[in-house]
């Protein structure tokens, strides 16, 4: 397949009370791409990625956390970490994030 197509990337989840959801909207050789969505107040402990990452967030709000930074992530924010780059996530509203995890050429 040499495209893929999704018409609206923020309603492939839905926000849900006190959760964190997610889910994998396309994955190949090249890169995986998945959907969270999260309620205010939720998130993600500090952790890293094993492989180059991207993060956009596509609504809400996001406190972002990375290399002793806190970025307040808005629609439109896009970020790009190294592999291993310790991060946090936090939700300050109910947000919907999109993450693109990259397979470094072999």
Known sequence: MSHV??????KTVTVQPGAVVSKVIHRDADVDVTVFAFDAGEGITQHTAS??????VLAG????TTEGEDLNAVPGTWIYLSAGAPHTIAAVEPTVMLLTLLRPER
Do not use: M
């Open 5 to 10: 197509t999704i018409e609206d990337v923020a």
């Open 51 to 56: 492989r180059p990452a991207i993060v956009q």
């Open 61 to 64: 709000r996001l406190r972002f």
